[in-house]
């Protein structure tokens, strides 16, 4: 019966990867899943999966064919005139029902849709997590770590070897000489940590709708790289003409005006870097989004220096994120590409609008860096 619970569960879980699998651009586009994120999981709405189930009547009521009439007689209320009122639906309905699924397990379904490849760690080993492997049984331990079948088997050898273990009656009592214990081995390993910089433009040109996308694509980056990594930290900057450090809510609901100088947000990401982030023992991912205005030509070569200099030799990658913007020139793209075409460091892409985050992430993660 476990078995076959087992195996009815697991088809279930591959029905609804399938169908979180065929609505993935729509989650994604419209951002829903956001609000419905726990700690480990979010529940997800899975449209046309409708569960049978029996449902039974109050015993004092008649079964199926009993009652009055004769067989032929129609059914009540089957000539038409009821009492209902409005007209008949010619739509089917639609049957929601919210699963909870991981983020390890949505990470996998992203991973697979956009056939994502896992990333190429940079091969740390400055960083490393202790963790305790069980590697064999002892007379003595904790009873947390008590092993049961090993006790009961000790117990059962030792009653029959002194001839009170009664088959007809199979009482099998240990004693504190049957007690058998896990014995452990703590070890070092090397643990992959990485750190997600997000810088975004906030001056008046970036509106709510352009911000919406922005967070929309970070929590997809987000659930991917936690996947890829043990430990992850992000840090966000936000800057116009000056660049400040935020925590992610702020980061997110800031709207701010003035013009816009996007060196004093890779100064700041650059400093973040150099002082908590070295790159022998860190996978930096520094991800910067705006909408492509720059204060002057003057700015853009100073950003261009300190990605050369500073930023791009501590990266796995830096990822620039254009969003369009009826206010934004889109220049700050072009001279991107212009200057580190050949550089695969250097990761650009275009989102024009929300249609256009699964292709953005692709762009971004699709490398494996």
């Known amino acids: 019966m ?56 109050d015993k004092q009521q008649g079964g199926v064919g009993q009652g009055d009439g004769q067989p032929g007689d129609p059914l009540s209320g089957s000539d038409g005139d009821g009492d209902g009122q409005g007209e ?58 008590r092993h049961f079948k090993r006790t009961f088997k000790s117990a059962l050898k030792r009653q029959i070897a002194l001839g009170k273990y009664d088959p007809k009656r199979p009482m099998v009592i240990p004693t504190r000489d049957d007690m058998r214990f896990k014995s452990w081995k703590t070890e070092e390993e090397p643990v992959a940590n990485a750190v997600i ?45 000056v660049a400040r450090e935020v925590d992610r809510d702020t980061f997110f609901r800031t709207r701010e005006s003035g013009g816009t100088m996007i060196s004093s947000a890779y100064k700041l990401a650059g400093k973040l870097i150099e002082d908590h982030y070295p790159p022998t023992e860190w996978n930096v991912y520094p991800f910067h989004f705006s909408d492509g205005d720059n204060w002057s030509v ?38 991107l590409k212009e200057h580190f075409g050949a550089d695969e460091r250097l990761v650009t892409s275009e989102i024009r609008d929300r249609d256009a985050i699964i292709g953005s992430i692709r762009d971004f993660l699709g490398k494996g860096k």
């Open 2 to 57: 476990s078995l076959k619970i087992d195996q009815d569960h697991s088809r279930f879980r591959a029905i609804v990867r399938g169908k979180i699998r065929e609505n993935l651009r729509r989650y994604v586009s419209q951002g829903e899943l956001m609000g419905k994120q726990g700690k480990e999981t979010v529940s997800i709405p899975i449209p046309q999966i409708d569960i049978p189930r029996f449902r039974f009547a």
């Open 88 to 145: 008949a639906g010619s739509d089917a309905g639609e049957h929601v029902l919210e699963v909870d699924v991981t983020l390890d397990e949505l990470a996998d379904i992203l991973g697979e849709e956009l056939a994502l490849p896992d990333i190429e760690d940079k091969g740390k080993s400055a960083i490393v997590d202790q963790k305790d492997r069980y590697v064999g049984i002892r007379n003595v331990g904790p009873n947390s770590l």
């Open 197 to 241: 910089i997000y810088m975004m433009d906030v001056s008046g040109s970036m509106g709510d709708e352009q911000k919406e996308i922005v967070r929309i694509e970070s929590f997809w980056i987000d659930t991917w790289l936690r996947r890829q990594y043990q430990g992850l930290e992000t840090r966000f900057i936000i800057h116009d003409a």
């Open 298 to 335: 003057d700015d853009t070569l100073l950003c261009v220096e300190l990605l050369k200099k500073q930023i791009l030799p501590a990266s796995n990658m830096f990822c620039y994120g254009q969003v369009e913007s009826p206010y934004g020139s889109g220049q700050f793209i072009k001279d």
